[in-house]
């Protein structure tokens, strides 16, 4: 066994005696959504108090296991036990866990699930943490995670992300060594027939893009990592970095083999600083144990990751724009061809691919392309991470096999959205369109999305129900790419602030018919018009709601009226007398002291009925999302009123 | 924040990337200055041997850097799309009415800066409010002057 | 090689663009960014044409489209026509006082405009200035902000230092926006606050090349300037004085 063999064996080694200790293990999710939840706290009292109670633990952060909706997630692995998984930790519960850990049992409250044996998805193998029967819950088996297939994300949650021997120990640089052992052309071949397409929302064949960029002459070749994550509600990226930065590493480092190229760079938004501080942390580590560096495990290979900062563009995630801004300019795209693969930094070749897409080449080199086209769909291989936001039960992120339904997705796994009626679903951002409720029996893929008006995109799944305007959704994406447009292309530029002109009319019900038909010619012509990516999708939004949602924007042209009652002044909020329960809640939450009660018979609660003024109404709509009974109503400005006077 | 000349060479010599020097350079000036001022601007396109124009169009082009003083304390309510479905604006329209500012501005006691920033990718406690990179999720619009209070009147508690 | 434009079959270069292409045989495309002297930028969109064929026909800028063989191109289909009105009418709405912007549109057929006026009514930031001030090694002008904040402006919205005068942005400025003026031995450009000095005759006394221009020349490009210290007027008197001299005294040049 040779030394770079021998450092990974004993890596592995260390690592596996410290992901399942002889003494019971705690983690906790400290990523940032888990921070912003309150985890720091947690993480804090149980240091404190394990220390207080003497009690020997291992205490260790780990990134997110997903399900963001219950942070702070921490989990007890107690040796010859179940892995305990509890969600909305507080200080109470902790204490609860440490009496647990200090011999009594442990608590049952808010415990989301068990774990009985951990996948090791790059080699295959399960290890048993107990010899216990199975009883509920399962972590694997709850609907939140039952329909998931956890491929990019199989670390989160799990390991340290600081400590390279536990990403060692579950497989970690087994691909790297494997890789260094065969010849470029194969990785190329092998990536190739995998099926793999960009994870960042373009979905082009990834083997042929490094094709592409091996194929042209010369010996400086760079390989960029896509970690600029722009769009609004999507954010995987951030959490397989913060949570597995390894995994990113190893496939850039694997990828620059294949390609030729001796420097990679990731880019990554500085609205995430916990995942630059985390990537730094990596590289240094890597370069460690030599699977970064000089030479790297003996192969004669030399590889160096640079981590540069995206200082707040979303137009930068266009491939040319990234470029210009990591060579000092300002973010401008230029035409293409040349692509990036010809000429990108400093004119050299090169392959720019997504965080998911390089965190899914260790799993391929390892499992084989064969083992990953045997997951997807025909089209779109793999899986697919999607970031879970808005009117849901259960936000988080969740990995799933391209090809389950949107319905398995968003009601099945994400539990749905509560009281209202679901409505939409916005996949691929400010980029992409909305896909109504009645559709929901789509598969995920890349091509039933496009087909339906919309696009994977990186993954954002925004859940809207019947409280949402259409029409509201579309501006609010509008006002976005007008916002971060770089200007340059006359389509774009100039383009979506017209188009935001007639929305904000349409919004504000001062338009009229021909309107909307001059807001499609618009979207239309930039859409086929604009320089770059940002402003051919720019349209997106408004071509998929005019597809699906005419009739809300007639409403509001032709009635003045917003009927999810959004759009302020275009609407009244009511109260049926009949649905009425006498709870007073909407007179609670009312911001305007606008709600009132009438029929207020001392003792006889039920004959208790609640009325909105509407002089003083200031369409907040506390009231709407507070009532348990739907009594509350949205009706047209001149509407009948409901309620009794 | 005054930094001398001396201090901004010095800031340029510490850095020594092989790419993306330049807003490395400008990220670092942004933090210590709190913007950037024209002369750090001026001297370091004198250093890195650029156009002054070019450096100036990068200076204005990125939203993470200022050519105004910023306050003690950024304050950025995240307008992202879930944020914005869970009632961003409501939040914002609560946080401009407390600290007496508009978004983009600072107050004038120089303590707070408003800004409005998508996303800051914590959509699962939408709407998220963050002050000086710390996260305040599930806001709502009578929480804002209990948030503020823990920085008002100088540094956080 | 050989490219089809418009059902035309056109043998062509390796190197050429379509829009050099279509030039050379007399197909008229609209451009306004594009400048002969200068690389492609595709800022206006209006040189867009159709490739390929029915529903697989891509929409590209013609200046930065290199001629690839059997290439199929549109110059005139519907949905280029439609493209060309939209971005037309963008343009309308934010030069609406620029003659060549109205002379464009009354070639194009684009009638009343549509959309709201926005801008300063001049300039359409097609970036010409920019790139010849930057070619030129100039540099005194940049864009700055983005979106439809982006503007052509010097550094810090204060006066362009770097300016030699050269008047290259004025010259090629295809919507007459920029406008530089002298005055008391000055050159002004209004546009940046770009102020000037000019050199003065040292025959005539007259204020005529702007003060750092020759100097940058010469370091530039080399160019040395017989005379440097006259103004042009009075260099032609002094060549026709000689060539007079030589006529009369039958000397050899």
Redesign the interface.
């Known amino acids: 066994m040779n030394s770079a063999e021998a450092v990974l064996e004993s890596l592995q080694r260390q690592g596996l005696s410290s992901l399942y200790p002889d003494r019971i293990r705690i983690t906790v999710g400290r990523a940032t959504c888990g921070l912003a939840a309150g985890a720091d706290a947690v993480y804090q009292y149980i240091r404190e108090e394990a220390d207080r109670r003497r009690l020997d633990l291992q205490i260790v952060s780990t990134g997110c296991l997903g399900w963001c909706q219950q942070e702070p997630l921490v989990t007890v692995q107690a040796p010859g036990r179940p892995r305990l998984v509890y969600g909305r930790v507080d200080q109470a519960l902790t204490g609860e866990i440490l009496d647990g850990a200090g011999g009594g049992s442990f608590p049952e409250s808010r415990l989301i699930g068990k774990i009985y044996a951990d996948e090791v998805l790059l080699t295959g193998q399960r290890i048993f943490l107990t010899g216990e029967p199975e009883s509920g819950p399962v972590l694997d088996q709850t609907s939140f995670y039952a329909p998931q297939l956890k491929v990019v994300t199989r670390n989160c949650g799990y390991i340290d992300p600081g400590s390279i021997a536990e990403y060692a120990a579950r497989g970690g640089y087994r691909a790297l060594w494997k890789a260094l052992q065969a010849q470029p052309e194969q990785i190329i071949d092998e990536i190739t027939a995998s099926g793999l397409r960009g994870r960042g929302g373009g979905g082009y064949p990834t083997g042929r893009k490094w094709q592409a960029t091996r194929r042209q002459p010369g010996d400086v070749k760079y390989v960029i990592c896509n970690a600029d994550e722009g769009d609004p509600g999507a954010y995987m990226d951030r959490s397989v970095l913060e949570g597995d930065p390894h995994t990113v590493l190893e496939g850039m480092i694997i990828g620059g083999y294949a390609i030729g190229a001796r420097s990679g760079i990731i880019y990554v938004r500085s609205e995430y600083p916990l995942a630059v501080v985390r990537l730094q942390e990596a590289i240094g580590e890597a370069n460690r144990v030599g699977a970064l560096g000089k030479n790297i495990f003996g192969s004669g290979f030399d590889f160096q990751i640079e981590v540069v900062k995206g200082q707040g563009a979303f137009v930068c995630g266009e491939e040319t724009a990234m470029i210009a801004a990591i060579e000092g300019k300002a973010g401008e795209p230029h035409p293409r061809p040349p692509y990036p693969s010809e000429a990108g930094l400093g004119g050299k070749p090169t392959c720019i691919n997504n965080v998911e897409t390089w965190a899914n080449v260790p799993p391929i080199i390892m499992r084989g392309s064969g083992w990953f086209t045997g997951i997807g769909t025909e089209s779109s291989k793999g899986t697919k991470v999607f970031a879970l936001v808005g009117e849901i039960s259960n936000n988080g992120l969740v990995e799933v096999p391209m090809g389950t339904t949107l319905r398995q997705v968003v009601v099945d796994a994400a539990g749905g959205a509560g009281r209202f009626a679901l409505k939409a679903v916005q996949t691929g951002g400010p980029s992409g369109g909305c896909i109504p409720a009645g559709m929901f029996d789509l598969p995920v893929d890349y091509e039933a999305l496009t087909g339906a008006g919309s696009i994977m995109g990186s993954g954002g799944m925004v859940v809207m129900d019947e409280r949402t305007c259409m029409v509201d959704v579309a501006r609010f994406f509008l006002s976005f790419t007008r916002d971060e447009s770089c200007g340059k292309c006359m389509a774009c530029r100039e383009g979506t602030w017209q188009m935001l002109q007639i929305l904000d009319r349409i919004a504000e019900g001062r338009a009229v018919m021909e309107d909307l038909e001059l807001l499609e010619r618009l979207a239309l012509a930039v859409r086929d018009a604009s320089l770059c990516g940002l402003g051919q999708t720019a349209p997106s939004p408004v071509l998929s709601t005019l597809r699906y949602f005419r009739d809300e924007y007639e409403a509001h042209i032709r009635d003045g009226f917003c009927p999810a009652g959004v759009c302020k002044g275009l609407f009244r909020l009511v109260i049926d007398q009949e649905a009425c329960t006498g709870c007073g809640r909407c007179a609670r939450v009312c911001q305007a002291e606008a709600v009132s009660v009438i029929g207020d018979v001392a003792g006889q609660e039920t004959a208790k009925k609640y009325l909105v003024d509407q002089e003083r109404c200031v369409q907040c709509r506390s009231c709407l999302d507070a009532c348990a009974h739907r009594a509350v109503r949205v009706i047209p400005r001149g509407g009948a009123v409901v309620d009794a006077d | 924040m005054y930094v001398d000349d001396a201090e901004i060479r010095d800031v340029i010599a510490g850095h020594q990337e092989r790419n993306g020097r330049v807003t490395a350079i400008l990220e670092d000036l942004q933090q210590r200055c709190r913007y950037l001022p024209e002369q750090a601007l001026r001297i370091v396109a004198g250093e890195l041997g650029l156009p002054l124009t070019q450096l100036y169009g990068v200076a204005t082009f990125f939203a993470a850097f200022s050519l105004e003083p910023q306050g003690q304390h950024l304050v950025s309510v995240c307008h992202g799309t879930a944020c914005h479905v869970k009632g961003a604006g409501r939040v914002s329209e609560s946080l401009e009415r407390e600290l007496q500012v508009a978004i983009g501005k600072t107050t004038g006691d120089g303590q707070f800066t408003l800004k409005s920033v998508r996303c800051l990718g914590c959509c699962s406690l939408a709407p998220v409010v963050s002050i000086d990179g710390r996260a305040y999720g599930r806001m709502k619009p009578d929480t804002v002057e209990a948030v503020l209070s823990d920085w008002r009147g100088g540094d956080r508690r | 090689m050989q490219i089809d434009i418009n059902g035309r079959t056109i043998p062509v270069q390796a190197g050429q663009t379509v829009l050099d292409v279509a030039r050379e045989e007399g197909i008229w495309i609209p451009t306004l960014c594009h400048h002969q002297g200068l690389e ?1 930028y ?4 209006l040189c ?1 044409v159709e490739t390929g064929s029915g529903d697989r026909g891509r ?1 590209v ?1 013609s200046c ?1 489209l ?1 001629v690839s063989d059997g290439l199929m191109v549109g110059t005139d289909s519907p ?1 280029v026509r ?2 060309r009105e ?2 037309m009418q ?2 309308l ?2 030069a609406p006082d620029a003659p060549r912007v109205r002379e464009l549109a009354q070639q194009l057929g684009v009638g009343q405009p ?3 006026r ?1 801008g300063d009514g001049q300039c ?2 097609c ?1 010409i200035c920019v790139r010849v001030c ?1 070619q030129v090694g100039a ?12 503007q052509v402006t ?3 919205g204060a006066r362009a230092a ?1 300016c030699l005068g050269c008047r290259a942005c004025e010259e090629s400025c295809p919507t007459g926006a920029i406008v530089f003026s002298e005055s008391g031995g000055r050159l002004f450009g209004e546009h940046w606050q770009s102020d000037v000095p000019l050199s003065r005759c040292a025959v005539c006394g007259r204020a005529f090349a702007p003060q750092p221009l020759p100097g940058h020349l010469q370091q530039r490009y080399g160019l040395e300037f017989q005379q440097a210290d006259r103004c042009p007027e009075c260099r032609r008197q002094q060549a026709a004085a000689s060539l007079t001299a030589q006529a009369r005294y039958n000397l050899s040049p």
């Not at chain 3, 595709?42 to 969109?45: D, E, I, K, M, N």
């Not at chain 3, 540099?139 to 982006?150: D, L, Q, T």
């Open positions: 492609a595709g800022a206006c969109r867009l929409i800028a930065a290199h949905r439609e493209i939209m971005i963008l343009h709405a934010v549509v959309l709201a926005h359409t930031l970036g930057r540099n005194a002008i940049g864009f700055a902000f983005r979106g439809s904040r982006r010097a550094p810090f770097g």
